[in-house]
């Protein structure tokens, strides 16, 4: 029972190295290609994670080669390998852990910040349009006052024009007036004259 499960988990082992750098290292061109689009739409990507992600693909093709190569010597020396599962697995972890880190940065993100700046320049668009609009209702309003100012001084100079016409012809009448009394007083003193 012992040796079967020694077997199994052998085998186990086995498909985990023969996976897990292939994995690994398409994972890594995953974040290259991410960071190439992230730049592409105007996102700025540190050159520390290019290199980083390079470095990791490097290293598992190397890991992924030597293990594909080799897999009849991993088979033989499977039980003197043993000691180092626990520090491969961790690395490994590890490493799809700062992968995933790194795919997560370059990615989500940008998309945040491509529909960010689109909002940005639909507002500083509208705000643009109202500005033009501003400035259109202050000169709207300039022509205005003009003609309100141009109106009134019409209708001031048409009072007193009105006034001076009225005033004249009230000394008119008035004058009219103080005639008619002086002609009533040469008639009345005519009619009454003694004869």
């Given at each position: 029972m012992l040796a079967v499960g020694a077997g199994v988990l052998g085998l186990r082992w086995l498909l985990l190295l023969l996976t897990a750098p292939w994995n690994l290292y398409f994972r890594a061109h995953t974040v290259l290609a991410q960071i190439a689009v992230g730049r592409e739409k105007g996102l700025v990507v540190s050159g520390?994670?290019?290199a980083e992600a390079r470095r990791i693909a490097r290293v598992m093709l190397r890991v992924a080669v030597a293990t594909g190569r080799e897999a009849g010597y991993w088979c033989a020396g499977f039980f003197l390998l043993s000691t180092a599962f626990r520090p491969a697995g961790a690395y490994?972890?590890?490493?799809?852990?700062?992968?995933?880190?790194?795919?997560?940065k370059v990615g989500y993100p940008r998309?945040?910040?491509v529909?960010?700046?689109?909002?940005?320049?639909?507002l500083e668009a509208g705000a643009s349009v109202l500005q033009d609009k501003v400035e259109e209702q202050y000169r709207a309003l300039a022509e205005l006052r003009r003609t309100v100012d141009a109106v009134g001084l019409f209708a001031h100079e048409r009072a007193e024009r009105t006034e001076r016409s009225v005033a004249a012809l009230a000394r008119e009448f008035e004058a009219t007036v103080n005639r008619l009394t002086d002609n009533e007083e040469i008639i009345t003193g005519l009619t009454t004259a003694p004869s």
């Open positions: 520390e994670r290019d490994f972890g590890q490493l799809r852990v700062r992968l995933g880190m790194l795919l997560r998309d945040d910040v529909a960010l700046r689109e909002r940005v320049a639909a």
